[in-house]
């Protein structure tokens, strides 16, 4: 039976299986934990699709991924930004259109520490729009998609909620 335990004698990205005939979508993966995730993932040969903002540098992820893993590498990009929902709804279609199975979502873009309030064009606080709501419509257009293919959803998260307030002010979303 195999080792599902946690800890240091547990599971680690070096005892994952092969990922061929998987595909994956990524948040946030030009850069930081989204990049190194499709690095991995890459790596057991799943295909991933990056869902970025910013085109100039989903490129240039892109292409250091294929220099690291070979230019076989099946990454793709497609753009969204979860400040917009007309974007993510944009993105949305376009991943339906060209990803015939999703075997996991994985929801890790985010906003931090915005010294000012913004909204976004929708209306929104900026982080609650972009790190919640952009996902939440996200997941919700992609979701028939994902159960047909038995995938999961994963929400990447910090403890950063800890440094903020309690209690959500469902009265006062936008803090105005």
Known sequence: MADTTFGP???????????????????????????????????????????????????????????????????????????????????????????????????NAAIAQVPTQKLTVDGFESQLGTNHYGHFLLCGLLFERIEESNGRIVVVASLGYKMGIRTIQFDDMNWD
């Open 9 to 107: 004698k547990g599971w680690t990205p070096e005892r994952l299986g092969s990922l061929a005939g998987k595909t994956y979508l990524i948040t946030g993966a030009n850069a930081g934990t989204g990049r190194e995730a499709a690095r991995l993932l890459l790596s057991k040969g799943a295909r991933v699709v990056m869902l970025n903002r910013n085109p100039e540098k989903s490129a240039a992820a892109i292409a250091t991924l294929k220099e690291e893993l070979g230019a076989d590498a099946d990454v793709s990009f497609v753009r969204m930004d979860l400040a917009v929902l007309a974007s993510v709804r944009e993105a949305a279609a376009e991943v339906l259109k060209t990803v015939p199975r999703i075997d996991a979502l994985i929801c």
